[in-house]
């Protein structure tokens, strides 16, 4: 059988590609699509995964809706000869497939993405989530069938990492010697337009305390001339795993870094279920929601003695979930 997988950022990428490999042992052959965003593309090379990139990202709404369109128009012509559409709330496969009258399988985890879910969750026949994530916050969009899984989607890839030091090596970085820091996603339609983002400010104060700053800008006005930036795209989870600490302004990166036993701050101004979740099971995971705040905890955490943490146990890696909702679709 043929499933379509439709990337939309790095962290959909992750997914793509472990589905991808993971498939293959199945007997399911997975078409990636994805669009030119940030590292996306990039992930996927770096994976081994053939994919097809059509259209990009908009910053205005009106942006957003013309590349939309336009992705789903080209994504028909990808998508005709599959069995089964899948994505991580992807408004463009999402209606593709509805429109082609494929299933559609859905994973998701931001309940706070009022636009994407209106636009995905009711077209969903199933919908894929973690059980940190309560049921209500999406059977208000009307979805059918709701299947869940006892952990994270990061854990896809992070059951199958090995670091690699040779990463850091290539850019005269030594292990807990530096931070990472990664911008809010200022250009998102949940991002609150009026928020300010403390990630370039922490960048500073990291620096000040002698610390190298790995910044990884999202967008172009987002760069800065001081900091280690690379000018290609690099395995972030061995970048995490050897820094002292990741910032970042939103969830993944945070999420991935704790999952390894890196302290992780995120400063994205809301609290998700996921964050609570891996808190309450120890990892060193930690949110902030205004700029003092934030820099007097990221002082803390970088004051304190650099250690390796292990890893959290008992917890799910959704790929057979998902593998299997997808075989049970696909099967006349």
Not at 70 to 81: G, H
Not at 211 to 237: E, H, K
Request: charged share 25%; proline share 6%; with cysteine.
């Amino acid at each position: 059988m043929r499933v379509a997988f439709d990337a939309l950022t790095p962290k959909q990428a992750r997914i793509a590609a472990t589905l991808y490999w993971e498939g293959r042992k199945r007997g399911i052959d997975v078409v990636v699509t994805c669009r030119e965003y940030d590292h996306t593309r990039g992930v996927l090379e770096m994976e081994g995964v053939e994919a097809a990139c059509v259209g990009g990202y908009g910053v205005t709404t009106e942006e957003k809706l013309r590349n939309g369109l336009a992705r789903q128009m080209a994504l028909v012509d990808l998508y005709r000869d599959v069995d089964v559409v899948a994505s991580f709330a992807s408004p463009d496969a999402s209606r593709v497939g509805f429109g082609l009258g494929k299933p559609v399988v859905t994973l998701n985890d931001t309940a706070h993405a009022d636009a994407v879910n209106r636009l995905t969750v009711p077209l969903s026949t199933c919908l894929i989530v973690p059980k940190a994530l309560p049921r209500r916050a999406f059977e208000r969009y009307g979805c059918r069938r709701i299947v869940t899984f006892n952990g994270v989607f990061e854990l896809m890839w992070i059951r199958r990492f090995t670091p690699k030091r040779d990463v850091i090596e290539a850019l005269g970085l030594a292990e807990g010697e530096y931070v990472v820091v990664r911008p809010s996603e200022v250009h998102a339609s949940y991002y609150p337009s009026a928020r300010a983002d403390p990630s370039l400010d922490i960048a500073r104060e990291a620096a000040r305390m002698g610390y190298r700053v790995v910044y990884l800008p999202r967008y172009p006005d987002q760069r800065v001339d001081w900091a280690l930036m690379p000018p290609r795209t690099v395995d972030f989870l061995s970048l995490a795993y050897y820094s002292a600490m990741v910032v970042t302004g939103g969830a993944t990166m945070a999420l991935e870094a704790a999952l390894l036993g890196t302290p992780a701050l995120s400063l994205f101004p809301l609290r998700y279920y996921t964050d609570m979740y891996l808190e309450a099971l120890g990892a060193p995971l930690y949110r902030c929601f205004e700029g003092e705040q934030c820099m007097r905890l990221a002082r803390n955490m970088l004051a304190a003695p650099f250690r390796r943490r292990p890893a959290l146990d008992g917890l799910d890696d959704p790929t057979n979930v998902i593998l299997n909702v997808i075989s049970s679709l696909g099967t006349p």
